[in-house]
């Protein structure tokens, strides 16, 4: 066996302090959340427990969590459903060529460049000027939608890019109308990349802080009421949330990548049977 090169060793350490610095604030709140009762929000530890676990599931005497959690949890699923559908109708429009499809797409993308307290101030002042409550469900909703949106339809835009037409052709062939040839060929085969667009509308939603602050109106989401929290609470409860949090948008993540691997056995356990009907 060959030495590694120095530069081995030099890009391992760099990638090593990489991994540090992006998990150890994670690790460290999840340390210091399971401090004993008389514990504070620093080190060292003073004995270890679950008492602020158990705390998170008492009255708070201070921010509503578990009321922030569902707002929060109802806001990621309907700007995931959301993501999902124009994502996929918006990856089928621009298949083909049409009349300023180059200026809508620079228009759609251009959300991601600009900061995004600028977006929530705009959507905010929007909904105000026009009379409409500034709501999590409403102005927070569209807020977000600025922000998933692009990235679910550059997902598309790279899916359709390399989508093979012949599958199309053939059920048009063998007598399918658009509609059946959407739904029985192409949308099986994108399932896995709609699945990806799915966790990437929820997750992103789901922790969002910037474009909700000023959108959210009189009832925060999750993210608002850690930061609101971080003012007035100065116990380990705080570090518990943040653990919880973690673990649910783990097993979320979890949850998407089980159904990706479902829906890919699906789809090669179907081109087996097809080839066994075909021999």
């Known amino acids: 066996m060959e030495p590694r090169p120095r530069?081995?060793?030099i890009l391992a350490t760099f990638f090593a302090l990489f991994?540090?610095?992006l998990y150890g604030p994670t690790i460290t709140i999840a340390i210091l959340s399971f401090q004993g009762p008389g514990g504070g929000l620093t080190f060292p530890m003073r004995g270890t427990s679950l008492?602020?676990?158990r705390d998170l599931f008492e009255q708070q005497?201070?921010?509503d969590i578990w009321g922030s959690f569902r707002r929060s949890f109802a806001l990621g699923l309907m700007v995931m459903v959301t993501t999902v559908v124009f994502s996929v109708m918006g990856g089928l429009a621009f298949r083909k060529k049409f009349r300023g499809s180059g200026l809508l797409f620079y228009l759609i993308i251009t959300s991601l460049v600009i900061p995004?307290?600028?977006?929530?101030?705009?959507v905010g002042l929007i909904f105000s000027q026009s009379g409409f409550e500034v709501h999590w469900s409403t102005s927070g909703?569209?807020?977000?939608?600025?922000?998933?949106?692009?990235?679910?339809l550059l997902i598309m835009f790279a899916v359709f890019n390399r989508f093979d037409k012949s599958y199309e052709e053939a059920a048009r062939d063998l007598g399918?109308?658009?509609?059946?040839t959407l739904r029985h060929v192409v949308l099986p085969i994108i399932g896995p990349s709609l699945i990806g667009v799915a966790l990437f509308g929820f997750t992103l939603s789901y922790d969002e802080f910037a474009r909700t602050l000023l959108t959210s109106g009189s009832y925060n989401t999750l993210p608002l009421e850690i930061f609101g929290m971080t003012t007035n609470v100065t116990t380990p409860v705080l570090y518990a949330l943040g653990t919880l949090t973690t673990v649910f948008s783990l097993l979320m993540i979890g949850l998407f990548l089980c159904l990706a691997l479902l829906s890919a056995r699906?789809?090669?356990r179907a081109g087996s049977d097809a080839g066994k009907g075909m021999v």
């Open 176 to 180: 399918a109308s658009s509609w059946q």
């Open 51 to 53: 008492h602020w676990f």
């Open 141 to 152: 909703f569209g807020a977000q939608l600025t922000w998933t949106l692009p990235f679910g």
């Open 266 to 268: 699906r789809k090669a």
């Open 61 to 63: 005497a201070v921010g």
């Open 116 to 122: 995004s307290i600028l977006i929530s101030l705009g």
């Open 19 to 21: 991994l540090l610095f």
């Open 7 to 9: 530069s081995f060793y």
